[in-house]
């Protein structure tokens, strides 16, 4: 019997190792860059500031333009006298279905409290109980409530502004002691030493003047937190920005990535029609942690009997259950009826006002709903200090794998993820960075997608590797990607973009297709459930061809 790792690698794409890119103008020094301005790497910036290295964060936005300001439901953490660190474990390890690493799992459970407490510290307001505590809400696979909010659905907004705020007031300070900011930069390749070691990074940047165009940063380390890869797929949660940049240019650095087959599809996204494309609005799953309820088209609710949690069933046991019986009935969405929610106006504004925004009204009528890729639970594959397979190189956030997600994630944890590696990250270079290395000539193929095929990468995706898969769709998906050219002569950001979703999808695919069983958030459609034998981790790596090992 054939290997099904052995079909993949036989069946590998070739694909670009280094973006095609102008010579760098410019050059900048630090000690570390970080890139990403999320929870993560702000975090990050900030604990590797107090080693006393020089730190340098590029952000591809406005530095407070960081996915974490979309996250409206919260952070897990066990901070009620009634809950505890080992329950928390518990309720990971159940929704990871068997591929969570225990030993990181532990470390986030534990570490978490704290961590929550040093950001209030730092200035973060967290909505409180009417005895001055903090009002804690349960969402879906959390057997406690221990859910931290802010604003009532504007948690990732709130963490966003006091995380920056901390970043900024360092770069007030004297001298240059703070941290350096260059925003509107597109990362494009890691730039490597002699024994392969990360000696920097080249960078395109818009409107900084005498930092304009292609230039590159000469580091001892690079961390990457630069969020995930939502745009892969034609419907999603995530940001216009989202398009897996830090996890292609890992991959072309010979970095080892883990897990990518398991995406998380959220059940609840408003449906804004079968043409609506890009980033749809989500409806936070803290709705159904204060009653809201999943039913179709004649009234009947979803979940009843599916899952012991009815509503609150893990995300992919929603997902699927929405699936099925969106094909068992022929039809495009679902609803959520929050109608019965007592003070929804006052624990959701910004969800109810971005629902009247676009034409609906919660407290009166059934919500249209259906999934739409929310957050990958794989990414660049770390240690427990964050650190990479690439010397020099750490990873944190939605980019890395750190194992705590496994094969889903467990509601608001990713927030928590954030906060905990990207000071493990501080910590492990107070140790000592190593001495700055001297960058090589970058003799790796170049190549760069035509734009245009953005859109072609997205349908393929959805068409045959969202939330149902099956061998043939996936084989599709592949052959159509392997397809499109990557010999388009004019860079830009859009080509770029483009060329790391290529990337990623292609590393997805390859996963999708490895793995023939139903686990967690990966769903094929002729596996009925998980294999024993297939309870562990799938690592790509991308040299001469897309390997699965």
Known sequence: MTSPLATVTAQAVR???????????????????????????LTAALHARVTGARVLLVTKALVDEGSTRWAQGGIAAALDPLDSPEEHLRDTLVAGAGLCDEDAVRVLVTEGPQRVRELAALGATFDLDPSGGLALTREGGHLRDRIVHAGGDATGAEVERALVAAVVGQRRLAGNAGIEVIEHASVLDLLLGPEGQVAGLTLHVLGEGTRDGVGAVHARAVVLASGGFGQVFSSTTNPAVATGDGLALALRAGAEVADLEFVQFHPTVLFLGAGSTGQQPLLSEALRGEGARIVDGAGAFVLDGVHPLGDLAPRDVVAKAMMRRMLATGVDHLYLDARHIPGVETRFPTIVGRCRELGFEPLRELL????????????????????????????????????????????????????????????????????????????????????????????????????????????????????????????????????????????????????????????????DGPDSSWQRHLTTRLGDALEVL
């Open 368 to 527: 249209p709903i259906a999934p739409a890729a929310h957050f990958a639970s794989g990414g660049i594959r770390t240690g427990l200090d964050g650190a990479a397979s690439v010397p020099g190189l750490y990873a944190c956030g939605e980019v890395a794998c750190t194992g705590v997600h496994g094969a889903n994630r467990l509601a608001s944890n990713s927030l928590l993820e954030g906060l905990v590696f990207a000071s493990r990250i501080g910590d492990d270079i107070a140790g000592g960075l190593a001495p700055q290395a001297v960058p090589q000539l970058d003799e790796r193929a170049a190549g760069l997608l035509d734009p245009a095929a953005r859109r072609v990468i997205a349908a393929a995706m959805t068409r045959g590797a969202g939330v149902l898969r099956s061998g043939a769709s996936l084989r599709s998906t592949a052959a159509e990607l392997a397809g499109i050219p990557t010999d388009h002569a004019a860079a830009s950001n859009d080509a770029w973009e483009t060329t790391n979703l290529h990337t990623v999808a292609s590393a997805l695919v390859a996963g999708a297709l490895a793995r023939t069983e139903t686990r967690g958030s990966h769903w094929r459609e002729e596996h």
């Open 15 to 41: 694909l670009p190792r280094r973006l095609r890119a102008d010579a760098p103008g410019w050059v900048r020094r630090a000690d570390v860059v970080v890139v990403g301005s999320g929870v993560a790497g």
